[in-house]
Structures are given as C-alpha cells and as structure tokens.
T-cell receptor, first 112, second 118 residues
Framework: DAKTTQPPSMDCAEGRAANLPCNHS???????VYWYRQIHSQGPQYIIH???NNETNEMASLIITEDRKSSTLILPHATLRDTAVYYC?????????????FGTGTRLKVLA | DTGVSQDPRHKITKRGQNVTFRCDPI?????LYWYRQTLGQGPEFLTY????????KSRLLSDRFSAERPKGSFSTLEIQRTEQGDSAMYLC????????????????FGPGTRLTVL
C-alpha cells in the first residue's frame, strides 16, 4: 500500500501558485519524498525530491514539515500545461529498496 | 534525446494473441523497472532488473507474463494469451545503483505502451 495520502483533485487559477499537499505520517528516517506528475497518456515525469530540507528547482519547490510527516509541492505560477495528476511517493534511497509505490495522486486542473 | 524509450507506443490485439514490448533505458542506468497502469490508478510495480538479473516479480506478474533483459541493456516484456484484463499502459523506468549502495539517480519513466485487448 502507498505510504502517502493526497487529495483526489484540486483546481488552480492560471498564473497563481498551486500548492499540492501530501501526508506521509509514517515516513522513516531514510525515506525521501519524491514528486512526479503525469500528463494524460504520458509516462510520469520527475519533478523534485527531498529528505528534510526545502528544495527548489526550475519546475517547483518542495516544502517538508519539520517532523517530516507532510509536504507541499508548490508550482509558483501555474499554467494550463501544468494540468496533470501529481503523485507524491516516499522511498528509501538505500540499495535494498527500489520500487515506487504509487497512490492515486492529485488531479490538478489549472483554469484559464 | 537520451531518455527512456518504449516501443510500440500503442498496441491493439485480439484476445489470445501474444504481444511483446521493448524498453530502452537511459544508457548508464543499471536498473530497469516495469510498471502497469490501469485507468484512474497510479502505476503498479511488476518487476525489476539489476543489470541482466531479474531480482523481483510482483504477484501481478502472472505466468503469462515474462520479462527479459539479456545483456543488461534493453528489456522486453511479453504477454502470452492476452486477456481483456491485460489492457493497460505498460511503463518502463530506469535508475542507477551506485557503487556504495546508494541509489544515485531518481527513476525516469518512458512514455509507455498502451495495450488494448479486444
């Protein structure tokens, strides 16, 4: 079973920040938080990952709470092309673990 | 483009036929994964390879399914005697296990092969 829970859907106005929450209350010390998105009929696209510090790249920012039990993916200026299903995944990066366990994700709809 | 590639992108077949899909991972990645995704669900793990060794198979991978990665490069996934329940998107991903035991890269996914069984 997936170790994360996400709201099934969210709407966001174009040009506004999209804040996508993820709960991972049972996360362990070696587990990273990964975010992917999947645009209709394409493979999942990597967005960002982090352990405990906030992270930012050209696509998004990842805010992880101090207790690491939840995180938020922020798309600072959402565009129509950001409409997709967003998946939050926790995974250990040590060699003994490998597969991702996906939940059902959050379907983000960016509105014009 | 040096990303993960999959072929074909779409396959329509009749029930009972055999189908084979191919995945070419990112060239320096030594681990390769197959996932299956049905409508409205997240991808589900099927199997993975480290180099040419198949190290785990999910219980989702019935005996009609077989995967190979003969030289540790590309991989094939074959489904024999297809059933309508096999209709899904089949996704391939790859990453690297580094020398010190840490996964040094995230998994990168290919575009998928969408299978429709009539």
């Amino acid at each position: 079973d997936a170790k994360t829970t996400q709201p099934p859907s969210m709407d966001c106005a174009e040009g506004r920040a999209a804040n996508l929450p993820c709960n991972h209350s049972t996360i362990s010390g070696n587990e990273y938080v990964y975010w992917y998105r999947q645009i209709h009929s394409q493979g999942p696209q990597y967005i960002i990952h982090g352990l405990k510090n906030n992270e930012t790249n050209e696509m998004a920012s990842l805010i992880i709470t101090e207790d690491r039990k939840s995180s938020t993916l922020i798309l600072p200026h959402a565009t129509l092309r950001d409409t997709a299903v967003y998946y939050c995944i926790v995974k250990d990066r040590t060699s003994g673990t490998y597969k991702y366990i996906f939940g059902t994700g959050t379907r983000l709809k960016v509105l014009a | 483009d040096t990303g993960v590639s999959q072929d074909p992108r779409h396959k329509i077949t009749k029930r009972g036929q055999n189908v084979t899909f191919r995945c070419d991972p990112i060239s320096e990645h030594n681990r390769l994964y197959w996932y299956r995704q049905t409508l409205g669900q997240g991808p589900e793990f099927l199997t993975y390879f480290q180099n040419e060794a198949q190290l785990e198979k999910s219980r989702l991978l019935s005996d009609r399914f077989s995967a190979e990665r003969p030289k540790g490069s590309f991989s094939t996934l074959e489904i024999q005697r297809t059933e309508q329940g096999d209709s899904a998107m089949y996704l391939c991903a790859s990453d690297t296990l580094g020398v010190e035991g840490w996964v040094t890269d995230t998994q990168y996914f290919g575009p998928g092969t969408r299978l429709t069984v009539l």
